[in-house]
């Protein structure tokens, strides 16, 4: 965030153009520090994400590290922008799908994310038998229509976290 007073990473000049500056050796090795640490997590947390997520936060580090030798072995080509930008979009878009699928108030898995969960259960593991209890709040909507929303929000709180 100092680097456009101090230029110790890079430098940006009408005549020159993007020149690298000797700090620039440390971002590098930041960056793969986050790369390897990003695949150990996603590797150690395989059973808990999704497939296809975890294809893609799998395959990101590696890209990410790919993009970076490039900008060092190009350095006039300024590409390390454009990984951390690709990092930030892969998070947010993450994130938001969890959104999706979960309860924002109880934090519990929603219809269809249940279904998808049941299956892939089913698929893993079809010689394991279980119990499936199913809990449901008819006309519910009364309770925050007659209270208002937060009571309504509180009640199931404390039905669940009791």
Not at 17 to 40: D, E, K, M, N
Not at 72 to 79: D, E, S, W
Request: proline share 4%; net charge positive.
């Amino acid at each position: 965030m100092i680097n456009p007073l101090t230029r110790n990473l890079f430098d940006i000049s009408p005549g020159q153009g993007y020149v690298r500056r000797p700090w620039i050796v440390y971002t590098y090795l930041i960056f793969y520090a986050y790369c390897a640490i990003s695949i150990v997590v996603t590797v150690l947390n395989k059973r808990k994400i999704d497939r296809n997520i975890y294809h893609i936060l799998a395959a990101f580090p590696i890209l990410a590290v790919l993009v970076i030798l490039v900008q060092q072995r190009y350095p006039n080509v300024i590409l390390s922008g454009s990984a951390a930008t690709c990092a930030l979009l892969i998070i947010y878009l993450h994130l938001q799908n969890k959104q999706i699928s979960m309860d924002y108030l109880i934090n519990v898995p929603n219809r269809k994310e249940f279904f998808n969960m049941l299956g892939l259960m089913i698929k893993k593991l079809p010689e394991k038998q279980f119990i499936l209890v199913v809990v449901s709040l008819r006309d519910f909507h009364q309770v925050n229509n007659t209270c208002g929303q937060q009571k309504g929000d509180e009640l199931l709180l404390c039905k669940i976290n009791a």
